[in-house]
T-cell receptor
Framework: DTGVSQNPRHKITKRGQNVTFRCDPI?????LYWYRQTLGQGPEFLTY????????KSRLLSDRFSAERPKGSFSTLEIQRTEQGDSAMYLC??????????????FGEGSRLTVL | AQSVAQPEDQVNVAEGNPLTVKCTYS??????LFWYVQYPNRGLQFLLK??????LVKGSYGFEAEFNKSQTSFHLKKPSALVSDSALYFC??????????????FGSGTRLQVQP
């Protein structure tokens, strides 16, 4: 399968612990996005990379959240000192070229975080 | 600021009947508009987009959407619904201004139930 891959698919953690999610985009895609989706809501934008450069960050991305994309390939999203409000599905998407400009994104199946 | 409203949490339609899923938007400049679909345990999938040109855009699986600038709407339509169309549908918008921003704003979603 050559789609967007996210790991782990599910993560249960205790409040205060750190968690890290990984996203492997479609190989030829140079743009990568992180979104967060809570139950009953649409995805909310968190951050965007073009190659290794993080070009856009949402105000939702507090200081406890950090995202990286070393070498412009896979990306990681780390949440430090998790809170119960962080419980959500974390979605990764990728795109390339003009599709990235105009918004046609390819999404992974998401990583579900539950903070106890 | 950009925003999207999907006024219906759920739409029920009988198989074979036409369906409409409503979406209205607000952006500063010209809108880039999208519909995505989410099947159970699957990632979000791109259906169609409006960037410029013809107000009626055609997408995957027989879906189409009509852009109406005066009503700031982008309703999703299909002439004849299938049971397999049952899923969660999201409308999304991005401001077409050349700001370099790539964040899509999604609506809260509309669940489509097609009864046999």
């Amino acid at each position: 399968d050559t789609g967007v891959s996210q790991n782990p698919r599910h993560k249960i953690t205790k409040r205060g612990q750190n968690v890290t999610f990984r996203c492997d985009p479609i190989s030829e895609h140079n743009r990568l996005y992180w979104y967060r989706q809570t139950l009953g809501q649409g995805p909310e934008f968190l951050t965007y990379f073009q190659n290794e450069a993080q070009l856009e960050k949402s105000r939702l991305l507090s200081d406890r959240f950090s995202a990286e994309r070393p070498k412009g390939s896979f990306s990681t999203l780390e949440i430090q000192r998790t809170e119960q409000g962080d419980s959500a599905m974390y979605l990764c998407a990728s795109s390339s070229g003009l599709a990235g400009v105009t918004g046609e994104l390819f999404f992974g199946e998401g990583s579900r975080l539950t903070v106890l | 600021a950009q925003s999207v409203a999907q006024p219906e949490d759920q739409v029920n339609v009988a198989e074979g009947n036409p369906l409409t899923v409503k979406c209205t938007y607000s952006v500063s400049g010209n809108p880039y508009l999208f519909w995505y679909v989410q099947y159970p345990n699957r990632g979000l999938q791109f259906l169609l987009k409006y960037i410029t040109g013809d107000n009626l855009v055609k997408g995957s699986y027989g879906f189409e959407a009509e852009f109406n600038k005066s009503q700031t709407s982008f309703h999703l339509k299909k002439p004849s619904a299938l049971v397999s169309d049952s899923a969660l549908y999201f409308c999304a918008v991005r401001d077409g201004l050349d700001t370099g921003r790539r964040a899509l704003t999604f609506g809260s979603g509309t669940r489509l139930q097609v009864q046999p």
